[in-house]
């Protein structure tokens, strides 16, 4: 690569939380982003939407390729196409609770997914380096603080099939030498989060209901204990752990340990209100395997990559909070309940 040339770096779940801050982060940096879509019959690009250039300019910093992590052959042929120096898969049916009611489609995409793309740059012939988003909940069962020397247990489909993910990437590096790595990422949550993911369930429904939109939130276990960092921290130590000498996996988490009951009051207070009087228990949302406790110990990613996350949980439901109010008030429902309401 000539030093005028950018970096390119293949991102796949680029329209999710992960990839669309991957993305800025890697066009900040100068780099030439290309993302791998789902045919589908609607756009599902909002995240990203504000990256696109001028079409009358010659350079755009990202572009998008219609692919599947199902589909080995075109994975193969892109990678051929784009010539990327780093792949980020973060790709994934990523849902807890779904890969229960779908567990065969989250194996395939979530575990094998993972080999296709992996087989792919070894087969492209592609000097890329490769980061697979492995996951807390490999861990499942198995007590916190939680490590990479920790057993997995997983508790779920998609645990296990992350598990699956992270062992291919580890047979990758050590059966022909690619450079690639697992980042073990604990919860990590934003405004951009999926709205049918607990925490942005819960500030969605704060923010409706501090407008008169939404009189009730219906939820399942309260006791859950996880550990929740801010997203565009994580995705920054993603890029760090590709710059580094030797390819390494790696805990991402900050170590703090918060229940959803804690993260309900956070939120509620953010907003003056009391949570105990609009949440209400549903059956539906339990998992058939919880998960009770998932706290990180990310003491290697200090050391090895310089990251320490500055956002934990009380500030991070705020954030949250604060964006769903402003998202409801530009969608102008609230404006619409004063009005009605005189």
Known sequence: MSTSEPKRALITGVTGQDGSYLAELLVSKGYEVHGLIRRASTFNTSRIDHLFRDPHEDVHPLTLHYGDLTDGSRLVTLLGDIQPHEVYNLGAQSHVRVSFDEPEYTADTTGVGAMRLLEAVRVSGVNARYYQASSSEMFGATPPPQSETTPFYPRSPYGAAKVYAYWMTKNYREAYGLFAVNGILFNHESPRRGETFVTRKITRAVARIAAGVQDKLYMGNLDAVRDWGYAPEYVEAMWRMLQ???????????????????????????????????????????????????IGDASFAKETLGWVPNVLTPRLAEIMVDADVA????????????????
Do not use: C, M, N
């Not at 998202?327 to 005189?342: K, M, Q, Y």
């Open 244 to 294: 580094h000498d030797e390819p390494h996996d790696y805990v991402l988490a900050t170590g703090e340990a918060y229940t959803v009951r804690d993260f309900l009051q956070f939120s509620f207070s953010h907003v003056g209100l009391e949570w105990e009087k609009y949440v209400e228990f549903d059956e539906r949302y339990l998992r058939p395997t919880e998960v009770d406790s998932l």
């Open 327 to 342: 998202r409801l008030e530009t969608e102008g429902h609230a404006h619409w309940i004063d009005v009605v309401s005189r």
